[in-house]
């Protein structure tokens, strides 16, 4: 008859203080970069953001068949459509800036997207730059469209 030894299941300490000195290693590394991952997703979330309420605009301009904007403003971060101004959440290191018509540029730092009842707008672009990072939100003049360009 043959009898089959069983070992006994388990790590060894060796096995223990790898995983360990693994686990602390990534503990020391991945803290430090957590800021510059959120205040990225924090631009790309302002990105949609601002996408989403122009393609809103739009089709408050379409609804009600009267030309409707989007105002900016690139210094405090604020955009304002009717009477309601939203602050867009971004670092102090966030740069955001405006192209649009110059018949929309109220000041150095403020401009605002204009759309028609046809849905048709004045265009622009908004940009958005974090360190290496750069969103931009494309407004088409012709059809209105509104993308988000890598």
């Given at each position: 008859?043959i009898?089959?030894?069983h070992?006994?299941?388990?790590?060894?300490?060796?096995?223990?203080l790898v995983?360990m000195?693994?686990?602390?290693?990534?503990?020391?590394?991945?803290?430090?970069?957590?800021?510059n991952?959120?205040?990225?997703?924090?631009?790309?979330?302002?990105?949609r953001?601002?996408?989403?309420?122009?393609?809103?605009?739009?089709?408050?301009?379409?609804?009600?068949?009267?030309?409707?904007?989007?105002?900016?403003?690139?210094?405090?971060?604020?955009?304002?459509?009717?009477?309601?101004?939203?602050?867009?959440?971004?670092?102090?290191?966030?740069?955001?800036?405006?192209?649009?018509?110059?018949?929309?540029?109220?000041?150095?730092?403020?401009?605002?997207?204009?759309?028609?009842?046809?849905?048709?707008?004045?265009?622009?672009?908004?940009?958005?730059?974090?360190?290496?990072?750069?969103?931009?939100?494309?407004v088409?003049?012709?059809?209105?469209?509104?993308?988000?360009?890598?």
């Amino acid at each position: 008859m043959i009898f089959l030894k069983h070992k006994q299941g388990g790590f060894t300490l060796l096995e223990t203080l790898v995983v360990m000195s693994i686990a602390a290693l990534m503990f020391a590394i991945i803290p430090p970069m957590l800021p510059n991952v959120m205040d990225n997703t924090y631009a790309k979330s302002a990105a949609r953001k601002l996408a989403i309420n122009l393609k809103h605009v739009r089709s408050i301009a379409i609804a009600t068949q009267q030309e409707t904007t989007l105002s900016l403003d690139t210094e405090n971060k604020l955009f304002q459509i009717n009477d309601k101004t939203e602050k867009l959440k971004l670092s102090d290191d966030t740069k955001l800036s405006l192209t649009t018509a110059k018949s929309e540029q109220l000041s150095e730092h403020e401009g605002q997207i204009r759309f028609f009842p046809d849905g048709s707008s004045t265009g622009g672009q908004i940009k958005l730059a974090y360190l290496s990072n750069e969103f931009l939100i494309d407004v088409n003049w012709l059809t209105g469209k509104v993308r988000i360009l890598p």
